[in-house]
Nanobody, 121 residues
Framework: QVQLVESGGGLVQAGGSLRLSCVAS????????MAWYRQAPGTQRELVAN???????NLPDSVKGRFTISRDNAKNTVSLQMNSLKPEDTAVYYC???????????????WGQGTRVTVST
């Protein structure tokens, strides 16, 4: 069983910064991709940033230049530094991991419970 636990959400004024962190724990062999998604009320969950184990990052244009994703493979953590926040960044942010529980086993997807980010005007 794998658990992802997020932290770092909160309320911030527009133009401010927040840093989200996520740690993976439990029984698994390796983590391939770690990512952050977000979901605002009435919308679908969308990708904010992902980072492969080979350090290839992918961010949509809506956050590129403002958000930075990083991970510590030794500690099984992924972080999201969010700068120049806008009200439209308001959402629940979810940590995601694509991992193998056993060597050569199938990949499994794991989600955190989410952390709320609110950006006020």
């Amino acid at each position: 069983q794998v658990q992802l636990v997020e932290s770092g959400g909160g309320l911030v004024q527009a133009g401010g910064s927040l840093r989200l962190s996520c740690v993976a724990s439990g029984r698994f062999y390796t983590i391939n991709t770690m990512a952050w998604y977000r979901q605002a009320p009435g919308t679908q969950r969308e990708l904010v940033a992902n980072l492969t184990s080979g350090s290839t990052a992918n961010l949509p244009d809506s956050v590129k230049g403002r958000f930075t994703i990083s991970r510590d493979n030794a500690k099984n953590t992924v972080s999201l530094q969010m700068n120049s926040l806008k009200p439209e960044d308001t959402a629940v942010y979810y940590c995601f991991a694509l991992l193998q529980e056993t060597p050569g086993g199938a990949y499994a997807r794991s989600w955190g419970q989410g952390t709320r980010v609110t950006v006020s005007t």
